[in-house]
């Protein structure tokens, strides 16, 4: 049974609360056994396959709204059929539609945003985004901790297939999978956090040296073993774990690749439109008054 958050609209405005982390660990469903399922996204990305209704814009559209409720990321989405992710339109940074044009320019700034990022914590003496930064107070010489400047990106791609083996001419598909491949390789360090979503990431979709880069992996339901061994690695198959084992009648169950490093049975939560929606309302707004209440950071890169 999938689990539905319910919103009652005769509740009217929601008060706000305390405003979630992208550093904690996401909730993004539970196990075989009822316990809650966590994933720790920061530093690392998500690659999520299936075949067609096996949930996998379900756990995106998770991922998304918890993002969208964190005042400490910046959220950016790729859509190529634009309603899986348009509910969220309105709390993102940025948002790219059915336009590979429009997605080349989103990846390259993202590409010299994280440049940047990588220069200024090179002089800074630094390795990589955290959440708090120790500065000393030159009055008192005592050491406090305070927000990074550096907000992390999360980069939330459904039907990734659309942007690199559809749409567009040949060279602008390869020059979006070598864009997203240079984000997924070294955007973790400066906070770059990218999802995917893809019915079957083969290479004639995804290549090779890309897919590999994701560590962390969700297979839903999958036709055969050779695609649940695309989606998870090499392999798993044969240690007895294939997403084709799951039942085409429990959308939203895959096997997650996360912490443990070995395959777990998910059964990810589910949000209705209807939810999505009022998620996504209080979202936007709970950002629109935090911008405009964030002060300006003059030592920051402006591409940062």
């Not at 406090?144 to 791609?157: C, E, G, K, T």
């Not at 001419?169 to 997924?184: G, N």
């Not at 007895?240 to 443990?260: D, F, H, K, R």
Request: charged share 20%.
């Amino acid at each position: 049974m999938q689990h539905v958050v319910a919103v009652n609209g005769s509740l009217g405005p929601v008060k706000p609360g305390l405003p979630l982390s992208i550093f904690d660990p996401v909730p993004i469903g539970i196990d075989e056994f009822g316990v809650q399922v966590l994933v720790r996204l920061i530093w690392r990305n998500l690659l999520i396959g299936g075949e067609p209704g096996a949930g996998k814009s379900a756990l995106l559209n998770v991922l998304v709204a918890y993002a969208a409720l964190c005042l400490n990321c910046k959220l950016i989405l790729l859509d190529g059929k634009q309603v899986e992710l348009g509910q969220w339109r309105r709390c993102a940074d940025a948002f790219v539609g059915p336009n590979i044009v429009q997605a080349l320019v989103l990846l390259t700034k993202l590409q010299k945003m994280m440049d940047n990022r990588y220069a200024f914590l090179l002089d800074a003496e630094r390795r990589k985004v955290v959440e708090k930064v120790p500065t000393l107070s030159p009055v008192t010489g005592e050491i406090s901790w305070v927000a990074d400047a550096f907000l992390p990106y999360v980069v939330a791609i459904d039907e990734i297939a659309y942007y690199s083996a559809t749409t567009g001419d040949k060279k602008q598909r390869e020059e979006f999978a070598a864009l997203l491949r240079d984000l997924v390789a070294r955007g973790r360090a400066v906070g770059i956090i990218v999802i995917a979503a893809t019915q079957r990431p083969s290479s004639d979709i995804i290549p090779t040296s890309l897919r590999d880069l994701f560590a962390w992996r969700f297979a839903g339901r999958c036709t055969n073993d050779s695609s649940s061994d695309i989606v998870l690695g090499h392999g798993w198959a044969n240690k007895g774990w294939s997403a084709n084992a799951v039942s085409p009648n429990n959308p939203g169950a895959g096997l997650l690749i996360a912490e443990g490093g070995s395959p777990q049975l998910v059964k990810t939560a589910y949000l209705d439109d209807r939810t999505c929606a009022a998620i996504a309302a209080y979202a936007a707004e709970l950002r629109a008054t935090a911008t405009a209440a964030r002060p300006h950071l003059s030592a920051v890169p402006a591409a940062a």
